[in-house]
């Protein structure tokens, strides 16, 4: 289906959100006060782009509201976002979309509401950042994780290794000699190209794995790996911004917290909010104070400072120091690949979040299915259901049938989880779990 989308803010978000949608066909006008912002969307875009502040009124009559299916506001300003969603709904916007930083909108108290605004969707990114990087403590010998399916599946991404058991061989030997570890190898990232595996496809060391799991048999996957499980218990946050103080708020009734900021001030206003966490005005490359801390005892080091250059330095440190994960926040989603190869643990991104939430929702009310976009993969998570009258069903096919461009990771059968295999036979509204290209959506649609 072929959305006319209105996105109003080209920085980070806006721009890859762009750049995401317009291969899928739709029509995109971008709205952005700033001239360099404008002329990067025009060289790199198939998109309209208007040069102007997206809360003004005379601005956005330049486009005929009545026939925007989205508009999309995604400043880093909240208040202009919320303007420029009111304007949108008034002049006949079907659905708005609106980024928001400050979580106060949405809480119970709150006098102001979205939806007053005529909002239908709020994607809070340092909200999402602070999820993303929770999930990945509990699960420390991960890259990557993600839920499924009310947490009971779960997507776990992992490097290999060189000194990995499973170097070398294929994915099916792996699944057919572990039957008591069930697993679906999903995708692979090798040398920034990203595939679903068929089953003679083998493991090489530095992969990131991705494999679909029972959320119960996580650490039997990560073993498996070659991964060593270990709990995590005491922490340091770099950075008292929004995604740090969020963070350390989340954490700190479960783990021994410090949180750094060389800001006095902004140091001294955090801490009389955070009852359980050790806030230190300090920088966090400074090595003698480093060494005062013992940081090579440290188990977890996270780096969410504005600056990402700063944010990148600490990592590569504290990994030099021993540090047991090391998580790091960037802003910009072209150095995702990059940094993950220099050896952090995990790479983080709050605009990644955003564009993959704005995704989401978007292209599940495309296709009438849920879809989950994972944009640093470029892969889709597709849930899908067996239906009476599915072609799957009527042409009697069997999982071997499915094609290769799909993998099936889970299939969910009278609220239990199961891991495929040849010889797992589907039935009548069982709950599907598939990952594929976005170009290749149809064929597990068609199917089902």
């Known amino acids: 289906m072929k959305f006319n989308i209105v996105i109003i803010g080209a920085g980070e978000v806006g721009f890859n959100l762009a750049k995401s949608l317009s291969k899928e066909d739709h029509d995109i006008t971008v709205i952005d006060i700033d001239p360099i912002k404008c002329q990067k969307v025009t060289n790199h875009v198939d998109a309209k782009v208007i040069e102007g502040d997206g809360c003004s009124q005379k601005t956005l009559q330049n486009i005929d509201m009545s026939e925007v299916d989205y508009l999309i506001a995604l400043t880093k300003i909240d208040e202009v976002n919320l303007v420029a969603s009111k304007l949108a709904k008034e002049g006949g916007a079907k659905k708005v979309i609106s980024r928001l930083r400050n979580t106060e909108y949405v809480d119970e108290k709150a006098i102001v509401k979205p939806s007053q605004f005529g909002i239908n969707h709020i994607v809070f990114p340092e909200k999402a950042a602070q999820n993303e990087i929770k999930r990945i403590i509990t699960q420390p010998s991960s890259i990557d994780i993600e839920s499924f399916k009310n947490d009971k599946v779960t997507l776990v991404g992992i490097l290999i290794d060189p000194s990995s058991s499973l170097v070398g061989r294929t994915k099916e030997n792996v699944e057919i000699s572990n039957p008591f570890i069930p697993h679906k190898l999903a995708v692979i990232s090798r040398d920034d190209i990203t595939f679903i595996p068929h089953k003679n496809t083998k493991y090489k060391k530095n992969d990131i794995v991705y494999f679909v799991v029972p959320t119960t048999a996580l650490n039997d996957i990560q073993l498996l790996a070659g991964k060593s499980p270990f709990k995590v218990n005491n922490i340091m946050i770099m950075g008292a911004g929004k995604v740090g103080r969020l963070l350390a708020a989340s954490l700190e009734n479960e783990y021994d917290v410090k949180l750094l900021d060389k800001d006095i001030d902004k140091a001294d206003n955090v801490s009389e909010k955070l009852s359980n966490t050790l806030v230190l005005t300090e920088d966090g490359l400074n090595i003698d104070f480093l060494e005062s801390e013992n940081i090579s005892s440290l188990d977890c080091f996270i780096a969410v400072t504005e600056n990402e250059q700063i944010n990148i330095m600490s990592s590569l440190l504290m990994k030099h120091y021993g540090v047991k994960q090391v998580i790091v926040h960037i802003n910009s989603t072209s150095f995702f690949k990059v ?88 039935k009548i509204d069982d709950e599907l779990l598939f990952f594929t290209k976005s170009e290749d959506i149809h064929i597990a649609e068609q199917l089902f």
């Open 339 to 426: 940094v993950r190869r220099i050896g952090v643990d995990a790479v983080i991104s709050k605009n990644t979040s955003a564009v993959n939430e704005v995704l989401k929702i978007i292209r599940s009310d495309e296709d009438k299915l849920s879809v989950s976009r994972f944009e640093e993969i470029d892969i889709e998570v597709v849930e899908l259901t067996v239906r009476e009258n599915s072609d799957f069903i009527n042409r009697n096919l069997s999982i071997k049938d499915l094609p290769e461009q799909i993998c099936l990771g889970s299939i969910i059968r009278n609220d239990k989880v199961i891991i495929p295999n040849n010889q797992t036979n589907l």
